[in-house]
């Protein structure tokens, strides 16, 4: 790659990623011209375009600004969810310009920090976004780049320094083999993205691999009884990083942290579910790792209020709560089923479950079937394509005759509101990695304007 400091405009095809947005907007705090290009408008391009950042909707090579993109100070970078027919990235293709991938842009900034690596197949974006938030809030000099919206912020991106970065390390088509991590963590390794690796063994691999970019395997944590080496993190168990004395208090953890050198008492952490406690230590930990003065840290884990779309609350009353989430796998939705199992206990839950991928789902359709089937009703919308074409016989009408006896049926997005509203289930969940979270506020206004 050119020095940084040579290029003057970047180019993300695919701009409105949560991935790509977090580097634009890096881009842009260094002083680079940002352009990019992406499918649709959104709440995030409009405050990316709000920020100073040219961007198209239009893919079409008219919409370049040739004349301001010259090949010797232009960098474009893209993500592999862009189709290799789109017209503007094959242009820059047949120009010459220097192009590279999200996941090599991403190690090239980051490979003269102290990089905080944060893979697993679940929790990247809540851990991640955790430690950020406790290194900015203890004055450490962090830039992090967050797969979600976090509350604090309002925003993927946290500026605070350019000596410490904090990264999610996607393990989609490998890109986190991209990093040069000097501490890392693994928060689970289940088998998913087998449309890419094939099967668990190859996904296995790859985090062994990714482990091995580590230069000391004592700077990696993971949660305990992953085949790994490091530090381990777990609950009420034997570990390195461990929460102990784990209670609930006015619907929030209260724990003590056991680290190798102290314990940390009355720690709170907002958030509910087993899943984030776990992704909660590893935070602590990690942030300890870097250096971070144990002394601000229960303030700061206090002070975290979570990331859109991970257990957000859009109605909380003695009537009725409505969560949104992002879980698109079967242990992601076991995990939420805990998680409400545990906050309100007793009560009947609805889960209204966009499936994510055909692929996805027909690998996974017995788990899905098996953890949808916990919850009292079930909702299903049609499956979500992403990057995918159809796959005969996989339909969320297939996914739901799994379910044989439990009360689910498939319904459409324009029923969903009414089907929502009208539950006897006190506990309601709006859940999938699709475009379910731009129906999320519709049902929410559906439900407030009817009440």
Not at 417 to 423: I, L
């Amino acid at each position: 790659m050119k020095d940084l400091k040579d290029i003057q405009h970047i180019y993300f095809v695919g701009i409105g990623g949560i991935g790509m947005s977090a580097l634009a907007r890096y881009a842009l705090r260094l002083g680079k011209t940002v352009w990019g290009y992406d499918k649709t408008a959104t709440k995030l391009t409009d405050e990316l375009i709000a920020e100073g950042m040219q961007i198209t909707f239009t893919d079409a090579t008219s919409e370049i600004d040739a004349e301001q993109l010259q090949l010797d100070d232009t960098l474009v970078v893209f993500t592999p969810a862009i189709p290799k027919s789109n017209q503007i990235l094959r242009y820059f293709q047949e120009q010459d310009y220097a192009i590279m991938k999200r996941a090599k842009f991403l190690g090239e900034v980051t490979k003269d920090t102290l990089c905080l690596a944060v893979a697993g197949t679940h929790g990247k974006t809540t851990t991640s976004a955790i430690l950020g938030h406790l290194l900015a809030e203890c004055d450490m000099p962090v830039t992090a780049f967050l797969g979600g919206i976090a509350e604090n912020y309002h925003s993927n991106f946290i500026s605070k320094g350019t000596e410490i970065t904090v990264v999610e390390a996607d393990e989609f088509d490998r890109s986190f083999l991209q990093l040069s991590p000097d501490i890392a963590c693994v928060t689970s390794m289940d088998a998913d993205h087998l449309d890419i690796y094939g099967d668990s063994s190859s996904i296995e691999a790859s985090f062994k691999e990714f482990a091995g970019l580590l230069s000391e395997k004592q700077n990696l944590l993971f949660k305990k009884g992953l085949p790994l080496e490091g530090k381990s993190v777990a609950i009420n168990e034997t570990a390195d990083f461990e929460a102990q004395n784990v209670r609930i208090e006015n619907g929030s953890y209260v724990f003590d942290l056991k680290t190798p050198n102290e314990v940390i008492e009355n720690l709170t952490f907002l958030l509910p579910g087993h899943h984030n406690l776990h992704n909660a230590i590893t935070a602590l930990g990690m942030a300890i790792f870097a250096g971070t003065p144990t002394s601000c840290l229960p303030k700061a884990l206090f002070s975290f209020k979570g990331v859109e779309r991970r257990f957000t609350y859009k109605i909380r009353s003695e009537e009725m709560v409505l969560i949104d989430d992002y879980a698109h796998h079967p242990t992601e939705i076991d995990a939420l089923h805990q998680a409400v199992s545990e906050m309100y206990p007793g009560e009947r839950t609805l889960i209204a479950f966009q499936p994510h991928l055909f692929s996805r789902t027909q690998d996974f359709a017995d788990g899905f079937a098996e953890s949808l089937g916990r919850f009292d009703e079930v909702f299903l919308l049609e499956i979500y394509p992403a990057r995918e074409e159809p796959i005969l016989g996989v339909t969320s009408e297939w996914l739901c005759d799994k379910m044989e006896g439990k009360n689910a049926q498939v319904i459409s997005k324009e029923a969903l509101p009414g089907y929502v509203k009208n539950s006897a289930c006190k506990v309601r969940l709006l859940v999938g990695a699709g475009d379910i979270g731009a129906e999320v506020e519709k049902v929410t206004k559906y439900i407030q304007d009817e009440g």
